[in-house]
T-cell receptor, first 120, second 113 residues
Framework: GAGVSQSPRYKVAKRGQDVALRCDPI?????LFWYQQALGQGPEFLTY????????KSGLPSDRFFAERPEGSVSTLKIQRTQQEDSAVYLC??????????????????FGNGTRLTVT | RKEVEQDPGPFNVPEGATVAFNCTYS??????FFWYRQDCRKEPKLLMS???SGNEDGRFTAQLNRASQYISLLIRDSKLSDSATYLC??????????????FGTGTKLQVIP
């Protein structure tokens, strides 16, 4: 399909393991966002890419979290030494817009169906 | 105070009823407002933007009150398929030229036959 694709759909990791979550945005979408959604909460911003440039990583909870988008398309969110509090759904969203009004109805955020991470 | 606050619900309403949700935001510089819908274990999807003058899309009406810093969503003639969590989304204009929107925790709606 032509939507945002995330893999894996589910990931179970033992505490201390490293994980890598992949996001394939919609082709041609300039903006890419990562969000973390805990149970019963709304999505919380993690980081933002405009093409290959990571313009905002203020939402990353610790230096164990790292994201990249080296060629301006596929992005990977890596979590090192996972902890139980990292358990959540990780959502990727892409948007056509480069800048102003990202998320507006002329350039809405298109979300992938997320990766559900469980750290045991 | 949270940036974006919503009553988590659940709102249990019979089919055909009218239901309204409010959402308050703390940043008076906010410029963009949206309602997203999230079905259980699915990703959020844009329902509608919220414009200053208010806007309507079929059975859905969105309003913005800048003075009191809240937005609302009204659903008329509720359908079973409206059952979902409704996320309020607010975005100031970031100095970098993009909008880092903030999501509320969502209001759960259950429409009952």
């Amino acid at each position: 399909g032509a939507g945002v694709s995330q893999s894996p759909r589910y990931k179970v990791a033992k505490r201390g393991q490293d994980v890598a979550l992949r996001c394939d945005p919609i082709s041609g979408h300039v903006s890419l966002f990562w969000y973390q959604q805990a149970l019963g909460q709304g999505p919380e911003f993690l980081t933002y890419f405009q093409n290959e440039a990571q313009l905002d990583k203020s939402g990353l909870p610790s230096d164990r979290f790292f994201a990249e988008r080296p060629e301006g398309s596929v992005s990977t969110l890596k979590i090192q030494r996972t902890q139980q509090e990292d358990s959540a759904v990780y959502l990727c969203a892409s948007s056509l817009a480069r800048g102003l009004r990202t998320g507006g109805d002329n350039s809405p955020l298109h979300f992938g169906n997320g990766t559900r991470l469980t750290v045991t | 105070r949270k940036e974006v606050e919503q009553d988590p619900g659940p709102f249990n309403v019979p089919e055909g009823a009218t239901v309204a949700f409010n959402c308050t935001y703390s940043n008076s510089a906010s410029q963009s407002f949206f309602w997203y819908r999230q079905d259980c274990r699915k990703e959020p999807k844009l329902l509608m933007s919220v414009y200053s003058s208010g806007n309507e899309d079929g059975r859905f009406t969105a309003q913005l009150n800048r003075a009191s810093q809240y937005i609302s969503l009204l659903i008329r003639d509720s359908k079973l398929s409206d059952s979902a969590t409704y996320l309020c989304v607010v975005g100031p204009l970031n100095s970098g030229g993009y909008q880092k929107v903030t999501f509320g925790t969502g209001t759960k709606l259950q429409v009952i036959p």
